[in-house]
């Protein structure tokens, strides 16, 4: 990791820049692959699904039998803890429900919102380095709450046209039972346009490679919602001298994994515990099956030191992290003083990776600094709020004169005309 020694405010932009690469290629080639399913359908994903992941599909949907071979060939062990998980999911997103609430405005203007879950939702499950199985409790069990009529999920299959029986086993237990077996572009753009065999969904949600990540912003241009701008991985580690660098250097090494593009930070007061940090980190790399992924994206990664903690905690809101874990003395004081961050993970105990699977909080979370003005996924996600109004005679009474005013003000008789021709009749 390249350590950073007390830089200067005005130096901060550049630091917290993420890596930047050349999309022009990029975007013509998904322009191409969205293009292609978009008119071919069925034979075009089924195409690219030969090309890209080397497996030819009679059909793209999995098949009742597939299902119930999968679910037994997980081990009960593992289904026990995705259903721990799918259970603290589950009690965390049931609480971001509300009732209905009718405001009096005023004598007899009455407004209110109510929630409506997105009538067709898509996600899509990564399965390349990783079959992301704990993602579709993440975005699931929200659709499910939110009341989503229609989800359809979307994971590319292994070399034997299989899925992962993990991801089958999670997809059932939130009951989604339309699942295809397609990844990468050409699943974006079947969820985005609909084919024979693939439903359209009105809002695409999950994460991807850059492929995957650059279908969505250009199917969001032509007016498919999708769940937030991302990148890739990454977390910030705010550390103090009370700090465990041994536990650090795990949380760092947990995001890297993930990929060569992954990006991890360390700041801290401390200078004695970058040395201990790095110590661990070559200590705990060595060990790990996926190291040479973790050791690129370290080469990218950055340990930073600062003079006050004022310092720290302004220098994680510039960065915004996808994931802040506060390992310092005063975490909940300082936690206080965030106000730009993904999910944020508060002491010595709490690794990030226990937001990733079950604690109950949503791991699906902006990156690239778009934790300035997004918020990670929730059931919010999945629903449009509608807002009604019903006015008495009393009450148009009492706002008519003020709509009047200022309709005609702006212009706009007509307006002003739809509470006159009303009042005329009272």
Same mark, same amino acid.
């Given at each position: ?9 005005? *130096? ?12 022009? #290629?990029? #975007? ?17 994903? &089924? ?9 030819? $599909? ?20 593992? &289904? ?29 203007? #009455? ?5 409506? %879950?997105?009538? &067709? ?6 399965? @390349?380095?990783?079959?992301? !199985? ?5 975005? @699931? ?19 034997? %046209? ?14 989604? =039972?339309?699942?295809?077996? *397609? @990844? ?15 439903? #359209?969904?009105? &809002? ?13 912003? $250009? ?22 001298? =009370? ?9 760092? $090494? ?30 705990? $790399? ?95 996600? !999945? ?8 006015? =008495?005679?009393? @009450? ?31």
């Amino acid at each position: 990791m390249n350590i950073v020694r007390f830089p200067s405010r005005n *130096t901060w932009p550049a630091l917290v820049q993420r890596p930047v690469m050349d999309t022009t #290629q990029l #975007q013509q080639t998904v322009k191409d692959i969205l293009a292609d399913v978009r008119a071919n359908g069925d034979e075009a994903v &089924k195409r690219y699904t030969s090309r890209f992941d080397g497996v030819t $599909l009679d059909n793209l949907l999995l098949q009742p039998g597939e299902i119930a071979a999968a679910i037994a060939a997980v081990p009960e062990q593992l &289904k026990q803890a995705i259903e721990t998980a799918a259970t603290n999911i589950r009690r965390f997103h049931n609480k971001q429900t509300a009732a209905v609430e009718v405001i009096e405005t005023m004598p007899g203007v #009455q407004c209110w919102r109510k929630s409506v %879950g997105i009538e &067709k939702v898509g996600l899509y499950i990564p399965g @390349g380095t990783a079959p992301l !199985f704990s993602t579709i409790l993440m975005l @699931g069990i929200p659709a499910q709450i939110a009341g989503c009529k229609e989800v359809v999920l979307c994971t590319p299959p292994g070399k034997d %046209g299989k899925l992962h029986p993990a991801i089958v086993y999670a997809a059932q237990l939130v009951g989604i =039972t339309c699942i295809a077996k *397609t @990844g990468g572009v050409q699943a974006i753009a079947a969820m985005a346009y609909g084919t024979e065999s693939i439903p #359209q969904a009105y &809002k695409i949600f999950g994460p991807g490679n850059q492929y995957v990540t650059c279908a969505k912003q $250009l199917i969001q241009q032509e007016g498919i919602a999708i769940d937030m701008p991302a990148g890739p991985s990454e977390v910030c580690v705010l550390a103090d001298d =009370t700090a465990d660098a041994a536990f650090i250097a795990a949380d760092l $090494l947990s995001q890297a994994e993930h990929g060569n593009d992954s990006q991890v930070w360390l700041v801290t007061t401390s200078e004695p515990l970058i040395a201990k940090v790095q110590q661990a980190l070559d200590e705990q $790399l060595s060990k790990l099956p996926r190291r040479d992924l973790a050791a690129n994206a370290l080469a990218n990664s950055k340990l930073v030191l600062v003079q006050q903690m004022e310092e720290a905690i302004d220098l994680c809101n510039a960065y915004a992290a996808e994931h802040l874990i506060i390992a310092c003395k005063d975490d909940e004081a300082l936690a206080q003083r965030i106000m730009n961050a993904g999910s944020v993970f508060l002491g010595n105990y709490s690794p990030e990776s226990a937001g990733d699977y079950a604690s109950g909080t949503n791991h699906t979370l902006p990156t690239n600094g778009f934790a300035k003005a997004y918020s990670g996924v929730s059931v919010d996600s !999945f629903v449009k709020k509608i807002t009604y109004q019903k006015l =008495t005679q009393q @009450g148009l009474l009492q706002i008519g004169n003020t709509v009047i005013a200022m309709a005609e003000a702006e212009g706009l008789d007509a307006h002003a005309n739809a509470v006159k021709v009303r009042l005329s009749k009272i």
